[in-house]
């Protein structure tokens, strides 16, 4: 019963950090094209914003949306500096991850030297633990495996029931297309890493809460959602969601009968063989598109 | 412009446009740049400038072999600081602790490397663009992992020191100003370019770059993408896997920091700052990128940021890169003259 309650809690936990950052991953390539190599450096931003904001003598319920939304113009403001500027170059996807990656360094080195080295933390969601099917665990946790699908599903329903959610699905699906019809594409790129940038905050806003807080916090979580795309497709917004949640109980699997070593390696090797199988990702349909 | 477009891999090149350069006039013009720079001791008496320009010839086999694959063969290979990093600890555990002589060791971990670029081929034969880059970029970190958590042997974050390092029979290479070490650098350099040459220009050579500007083209004349990706990756692992190898011994130490993003992102701009598919570009930016990098050393941590800077301008102002440049000045140089 223990091992069954600590696996499906760490499965959720982090299955819904990881669909968090894949997410925004999957957004941005979707609609441009390209692959966002500093996202795992936004996502660290965002909880240093959260945390500069909260130490400043902000409430954390207004410090926490107020980083959100700041990192989400630092999402557009990288868009219109690293990336909109490259569209149409013949080798437009190398480039970029050259250029995200530049600025993620350049981020990286800059929170360094503005906050240091040393390891901070941001108030919990919920402060206190209880006790879940004989496993202790903290409320903070637990806010974050409830919040998460809310947020995916508001996602969700702005992608779908919205002018602009389906705005930037007509751009995803067909660019000059929806240029045509009067879209203003280059707007919706902004959108687009706004919206991924915001969601990157909000993951680094809910492992600052229980971790502490390096520059380089995001590297792990990045990695574990470029996996995550990989194996639920990359495009499509459905398919990292449930992937994530799937690499988060695959992780809490292993972690928990192989030993932490072994997890990544595993990982990797499960990652190889769905590549092999079926090289666009276990659930993605043949057709391109935002759903 | 989105993701439909994976299919073609194009970090294309202005290199083959009309009138390839003859070999006798490449080979003329490859001896005068080996000629300059094994005279450069002589200007260079220093040991911390000559150790400026050994880091430079093996980021140069580093990157210049990563063009092959990544250039030429349009493969978008992430994980080639990877098959360096190998090459470093193959090296140091061979010769600590198997205690291989180093010379041996050192092919030997250009072997090794080769073992695992085929390796991890196999996984992306039949992936496109995006996949690659994340799929190498996972074997990298898998790599890492590896070497972490293998901390008897490796050890793990601490890494290993005291490696013992190359010998020239009885010269001392220690207390010579890094002479030795700077011609053996360069050897390697001139090896690793003469090598990577010779394979662009061979027909193998030009069916990869084939493969990589139009893919169903040439698979229906009978070039095969599994072999002949195989063929890239594995080439351009030989001399990255004995850079790594001469790293170790030259710095007698190793860590994984080898595996990190930001090595990874410097050798990488190296490429894309010279002009991929060039080969000598990447060689050229080697020189200038660590050259600058060294010359803001008492910018602290603002040089990494520095250096970003400078990577994303060249990117957005100069696509071409720098052999691109070179050759809209040579141009703008001969139509004056004409």
């Known amino acids: 019963m223990n091992a069954i309650a600590d696996i499906l809690f760490g499965g959720l936990f982090q299955g819904s950090l990881y669909a968090m950052m894949a997410v925004g991953l999957a957004l941005v390539w979707t609609t441009i094209g390209v692959f966002n190599f500093s996202h795992g450096v936004l996502m660290m931003l965002g909880a240093y914003f959260a945390w500069q904001l909260v130490d400043w003598g902000l409430p954390p319920a207004l410090a926490f949306p107020l980083a959100v939304l700041l990192m989400a113009g630092a999402g557009w403001l990288l868009q219109a500096t690293v990336v909109r500027p490259l569209i149409g170059r013949a080798n437009l996807v190398l480039v970029v991850v050259i250029t995200t990656l530049a600025a993620g360094s350049l981020v990286e080195n800059g929170v360094l030297e503005l906050w240091g080295p040393r390891s901070k933390q941001i108030p919990p969601l919920i402060a206190g633990n209880a006790m879940l099917g004989g496993v202790g665990v903290s409320l903070h946790q637990i806010a974050i495996i409830v919040v998460t699908p809310i947020i995916l599903l508001a996602l969700w329903l702005f992608l779908n029931r919205t002018r602009l959610g389906l705005a930037l699905r007509a751009v995803a699906q067909n660019e000059d297309a929806a240029r045509l019809v009067g879209l203003n594409v280059t707007m919706l790129y902004g959108l ?3 919206i991924a940038a915001a969601l990157a905050a909000l ?12 520059p380089v916090m995001g590297a792990d979580p990045l990695l574990k959602a470029l996996i995550v795309v990989v194996f639920g497709g990359i495009s499509s917004i459905s398919g990292p969601i449930f992937a994530a949640y799937l690499i988060g109980f695959f992780e809490a699997i292993c972690s928990y009968y192989f030993g932490l070593y072994w997890t990544p390696a595993l990982l990797f090797g499960a990652l190889i063989l769905t590549l092999m199988i079926k090289p ?3 659930f993605a349909s043949r057709s391109r598109g935002l759903a | 412009m989105s993701a439909v477009e994976t299919s073609a891999p194009t970090a294309s090149a202005p290199a083959r446009a009309p009138g390839r350069t003859p ?3 490449e080979l003329a013009g490859a001896l005068v740049g080996l000629l300059v720079l094994a005279l450069l001791p002589l200007v260079v008496g220093d040991a911390y400038g000559r150790h400026v320009l050994i880091m430079v010839f093996i980021y140069a086999v580093v990157a210049s072999n990563w063009d092959l694959s990544l250039g030429y063969g349009g493969v978008f290979n992430f994980g080639h600081l990877a098959l360096f990093g190998i090459g470093v600890y193959a090296y140091s555990l061979l010769t600590k602790l198997a205690m291989m002589d180093p010379w041996v060791a050192l092919v030997a971990s250009g072997v090794i ?3 695992a670029a085929v390796v991890v081929t196999i996984p992306i034969l039949r992936l496109k663009g995006i996949y690659i880059i994340l799929v190498t970029f996972g074997f990298a970190q898998l790599v890492m992992q590896i070497i972490l958590s293998q901390s008897d042997y490796t050890g793990g974050t601490q890494g290993i020191v005291r490696i013992p390092g190359l010998y020239w029979f009885d ?9 030795a070490y700077f011609y053996i650098a360069l050897a390697m350099l001139a090896l690793s370019t003469l090598f990577l040459r010779i394979f662009v220009r061979s027909r193998t050579g030009k ?4 493969l990589r500007d139009n893919e169903e083209y040439a698979v229906s004349r009978g070039v095969s993408l599994v072999r002949q990706r195989m063929i890239t990756l594995a080439a351009s692992a030989f001399f990255t896997g004995i850079a790594g190898a001469f790293y170790a011994a030259y710095q007698r130490n190793a860590s994984v920091e080898v595996f990190g993003m930001s090595l990874a992102t410097i050798v990488l701009s190296m490429v894309l700052l010279g002009g991929t598919g060039t080969i000598y570009g990447a060689i050229i930016a080697s020189f200038v990128l660590t050259v600058f990098a060294e010359s803001m050393a008492d910018f602290g941590a603002w040089r990494p940021m520095i250096t970003a800077v400078l990577i994303i301008v060249v990117m957005l102002v100069y696509p071409g890169g720098i052999v691109g440049m070179l050759k809209a000045l040579w141009g703008l140089a001969t139509r004056r003259r004409a």
């Open chain 2, 113 to 115: 490397a080769v073992v």
């Open chain 1, 280 to 282: 666009e990702g276990i």
């Open chain 1, 192 to 194: 687009a890493f706004a």
């Open chain 2, 171 to 179: 010269h001392n290479m220690v207390r010579d100003a890094k002479f």
């Open chain 1, 203 to 214: 993951a680094g806003i809910f492992l600052g809460g229980y971790r502490f807080m390096t």
């Open chain 2, 23 to 25: 070999w006798m006039t």
């Open chain 2, 207 to 210: 069916s990869i770059v084939a």
